[in-house]
C-alpha cells in the first residue's frame, strides 16, 4: 500500500478538495443546460434543443464556458491525486494513468467549449446537422481518442481492486467508475422499462462522468481526514 507521511497528506487532501469543486462546477454546466425540457427531436447526448437552439440566456453560456475552463484546471488536481495513490513501486502504469489523465482533461474541456458555443454560433439547424454528423460518422473514427478517458479511471480502479493503493477495497462503492456506469446505466434501465422518457434522466445521464467525479473526491478527502494522526 501506497502511504504518505504526515506532511506529505496536507497538499494529497487539497487536491482532492480541488478535484472536488472541479467536479462541481462540471457538473453544474451540464445540470445548467441539461435541466431543460426533452423535445421530441432530441436525440443522443450531444443533440439535444437546449445545447443547439443558440436561445438559451448569453448569462447561461458564459456560466457553462467559465465553469468548464475552471473546472477542467481543478482537475489536474484530482489527477494528481489518483496517480499519488498508486503504489510508486508501478511507475510505468502511474506514468500511463497520469499522462492519460492529463489528455482526458484537455478532451474534457474541447468538448466543453464546443457543445456550448456550437448553436450560438452557427445557428440551430447547421448545428443539428454537424452534431447529427458527429454521432453518426466523426465519432467512431475518434473513438481511439476516448481510450485514455477510460484509462485514467480503469487503471485506478483495476489497482484499488489489486490492493495498490492507500485504499480499503469497501472505496470502490464510491469510485468514479461504479458511479459513472449507476449514473449512466439508470436512465437507460428506467427507459428499458418503458418509462416515461423525462428530463431528470438526460440530466443524470448527461452530467454522469462529473457527478461520479465529485463524489470520489469528496469521498477520498473524507477518508483521508479520518485517518490523519
Known amino acids: 500500500m501506497n502511504k504518505l507521511k504526515k506532511e506529505e497528506k496536507k497538499p494529497f487532501i487539497q487536491c482532492y478538495i480541488l478535484g ?8 453544474a454546466g451540464d445540470w445548467l443546460l441539461g435541466c431543460v425540457p426533452l423535445q421530441k427531436t432530441d436525440t443522443g447526448i450531444f443533440n439535444r ?6 436561445a438559451y440566456a448569453l448569462w447561461k453560456l458564459a456560466s457553462v464556458v467559465g465553469m468548464g ?16 495513490d498508486i ?10 494513468q497520469y499522462f492519460c489523465g492529463l489528455f482526458t482533461v484537455v478532451v474534457a474541456l474541447s468538448i466543453h467549449l464546443w457543445a ?9 439547424e447547421a448545428a443539428i446537422t454537424a452534431v447529427t454528423a458527429y454521432q453518426d460518422d ?13 484509462l485514467v479511471f480503469g487503471i485506478h480502479f483495476v489497482m484499488l481492486l489489486a490492493g ?21 446505466a439508470v436512465p437507460d434501465i428506467a427507459q428499458a ?16 462522468t462529473n457527478s461520479a467525479i465529485m463524489i470520489w473526491c469528496i469521498a477520498a478527502a473524507v477518508y483521508e481526514r479520518s485517518h490523519t494522526q
Open 49 to 54: 434543443a437546449c445545447y443547439l437552439s443558440g
Open 193 to 208: 422499462m418503458q418509462m416515461p422518457v423525462s428530463t431528470w434522466m438526460s440530466v443524470m445521464s448527461q452530467s454522469s
Open 87 to 96: 503504489d510508486a513501486r508501478y511507475t510505468r502504469t502511474k506514468a500511463i
Open 116 to 124: 456550448a458555443n456550437l448553436g450560438p454560433r452557427i445557428g440551430a
Open 138 to 150: 466523426m465519432l467512431p473514427a475518434i473513438l481511439p481518442m476516448y481510450v485514455p478517458m477510460l
Open 69 to 84: 475552463a475552471l473546472g477542467c484546471f481543478l482537475y489536474s488536481f484530482m489527477v494528481t491525486a489518483l496517480n499519488t
Open 20 to 27: 472536488a469543486i472541479g467536479g462541481i462546477l462540471m457538473a
Open 164 to 184: 495498490k493503493t492507500r485504499y480499503p477495497k469497501w472505496m470502490l462503492a464510491f469510485h468514479p467508475v461504479t458511479w459513472n456506469l449507476l449514473l449512466a
